[in-house]
């Protein structure tokens, strides 16, 4: 974001390949002032007011220009994206602050670099505050992880649908201090490997 010299951050970046673009799409939330439909902040916010922002590349040395990759009309951040069954679902947390929503929410493209209707889903977690989603296929669930960042620990919710979600928070387990994560597949010959190192 060097060319925007007012940006106050850049957090939480998340990269995907697309197969079809033949990239990867690397994306992020920043708050440049002034910039987005303004929200209601309360004292802690300290005048962030999120937008995802996104470039690509194929070999990382060039990269394209960044551009806006998600504009709600809500503060966003800690977005990630699922492919699946053709589609792209992009979870991510509405941040808002007044009244406070800072819950997972979803929607979806039929390519990875968008766009996505800002028009999102309800909340797919429950009534506490949850953060830094990430969301892996296994079987006939989509699970959905994340942090339950006021609470200390991690939370989860599935879904066979997408559509109604399970709270299943009670039935997993992190290590101790486990923050912001990303699950992914890998061959059993690796997952071994990574257990059992050498």
């Given at each position: 974001?060097?060319?925007?010299?007012?940006?106050?951050?850049?957090?939480?970046?998340?990269?995907?390949?697309?197969?079809?673009?033949?990239?990867?799409?690397?994306?992020?939330?920043?708050?440049?002032?002034?910039?987005?439909?303004?929200?209601?902040?309360?004292?802690?916010?300290?005048?962030?007011?999120?937008?995802?922002?996104?470039?690509?590349?194929?070999?990382?040395?060039?990269?394209?220009?960044?551009?806006?990759?998600?504009?709600?009309?809500?503060?966003?951040?800690?977005?990630?994206?699922?492919?699946?069954?053709?589609?792209?679902?992009?979870?991510?947390k509405n941040e808002n602050p007044n009244p406070a929503e800072k819950n997972i929410r979803l929607t979806s493209s039929k390519s990875a670099s968008g766009p996505y209707p800002t028009?999102?889903?309800?909340?797919?977690?429950?009534?506490?505050?949850?953060?830094?989603?990430?969301?892996?296929?296994?079987?006939?669930?989509?699970?959905?992880?994340?942090?339950?960042?006021?609470?200390?620990?991690?939370?989860?919710?599935?879904?066979?649908?997408?559509?109604d979600w399970e709270d299943i928070s009670n039935q997993i387990k992190f290590p101790d201090g486990a923050r912001h994560g990303?699950?992914?597949?890998?061959?059993?010959?690796?997952?071994?490997?990574?257990?059992?190192?050498?």
């Open positions: 974001m060097a060319h925007e010299p007012t940006a106050k951050n850049c957090w939480a970046p998340e990269i995907i390949y697309d197969s079809k673009a033949e990239n990867y799409l690397i994306f992020w939330a920043t708050t440049i002032p002034n910039r987005h439909s303004p929200i209601e902040y309360s004292k802690q916010e300290k005048g962030l007011n999120h937008r995802m922002y996104c470039t690509t590349t194929t070999d990382f040395k060039s990269y394209a220009p960044t551009r806006m990759f998600f504009n709600p009309a809500f503060s966003v951040i800690d977005a990630t994206i699922l492919p699946r069954d053709k589609n792209y679902y992009l979870f991510l028009a999102v889903s309800q909340p797919i977690t429950g009534n506490y505050w949850a953060e830094g989603p990430t969301a892996i296929e296994i079987n006939d669930y989509v699970y959905v992880y994340f942090d339950r960042y006021t609470e200390h620990r991690y939370g989860a919710v599935r879904s066979k649908n997408l559509t990303t699950a992914f597949k890998v061959s059993a010959k690796l997952f071994k490997e990574l257990i059992n190192p050498k």
